[in-house]
């Protein structure tokens, strides 16, 4: 159900019983020669030569060309990733019961992107600013901070505490374009300004109300969905559906749970 992502000497894809390279742009697989055989993967990032893999046992294995993958540690006890993204230069990860960690080292090390203790106004009005124990399935930087994409909606980290971002059902992958965020929802996709404050989150394009997993852009933008693959050409558009054609088409049905272009 996970499309292959790109890295410099081929392709990885996610499987539940180890890592699978092909570098004849997915005509033939084998199993990666340095990973562990017999774990699954719940996560899987390459970027050039680095590739990250998060473990079906709340591990997190690392490599740099592909010859053999070693463990890092996010600190603490092993977390269950379920997401892992971002650039090289500020990688990303999203763990089961709301944590979001960040590296700058090519994730060598990691740091959790906490907030601060729980205030009390005047009024005895208690402000949590953590992320809530729930899963995080995304996380993105962005010119207001970093948003997480959680089981209970989004949230913004302004450097100091976690606040709620809007929209408050699950959201499972997030996308940024220019100044505008957009979000894969139980409701198709939404979108709001890329600010701090002052934005709202409304539906992107018409049509589309399936629960959506994933985002890539292409020629458009492309949703993975409980109804297959959307594709939206303009954002002020229509979506349509681009499941194939005659004998080459997803099976009737399938879920896409992720997408690469």
């Keep these: 159900q996970k499309l292959a992502v ?6 990885v894809l996610p499987t539940t019983g180890g890592l699978l390279v092909s570098t004849d742009t997915g005509l033939t697989w084998t199993s990666s020669s340095g ?6 993967i719940t996560a899987v990032l ?23 993958f070693s463990a890092v540690s996010m600190g603490g006890a ?16 999203g763990t089961a019961r709301g944590g979001v960690y960040q590296s700058f080292d090519d994730g060598l090390t990691w740091s959790a992107v906490t907030g601060g203790p729980p205030t009390v106004s005047s009024n005895q ?31 913004i980290y302004d450097g ?6 809007g929209l408050a059902s699950p959201v499972y992958a997030l996308l940024a374009t220019g100044n505008t965020l957009l979000a894969a929802t139980d ?4 979108t709001r300004p890329t600010a701090a404050s002052g934005g709202t989150w409304s539906r992107y394009g018409t049509g589309l109300a399936a629960r959506t997993y994933a985002l890539a ?12 693959v959307w594709r939206l050409p303009n954002p002020g558009g229509p979506w349509t559906q681009v499941n194939g054609t005659g004998g080459a088409t997803l099976p009737s049905g399938a879920a896409v749970r992720a997408l690469a272009i």
């Design 35 to 40: 990973f562990p055989a017999a774990i699954g």
């Design 46 to 68: 390459a970027l050039d030569d680095l590739v990250l893999a998060a473990t079906g046992d709340g591990g997190l294995l690392r490599s740099v060309g592909g010859s053999s």
């Design 187 to 190: 409701q198709g996709v939404q």
């Design 160 to 165: 100091t505490n976690w606040a709620s971002y």
């Design 217 to 228: 852009f292409g020629e458009g933008l492309y949703a993975g969905t409980d109804s297959g």
């Design 125 to 155: 009005v208690i402000t949590l600013h953590q992320i809530p124990s729930v899963a995080v399935r995304a996380a993105i930087a962005t010119p207001a901070g970093l948003v997480a994409g959680t089981d209970q909606g989004t949230y």
């Design 78 to 93: 092993r977390r269950f990733v379920y997401f892992v993204g971002g650039s090289r230069a500020h990688l990303l990860a």
């Design 6 to 11: 790109r890295a410099a000497d081929g392709h």
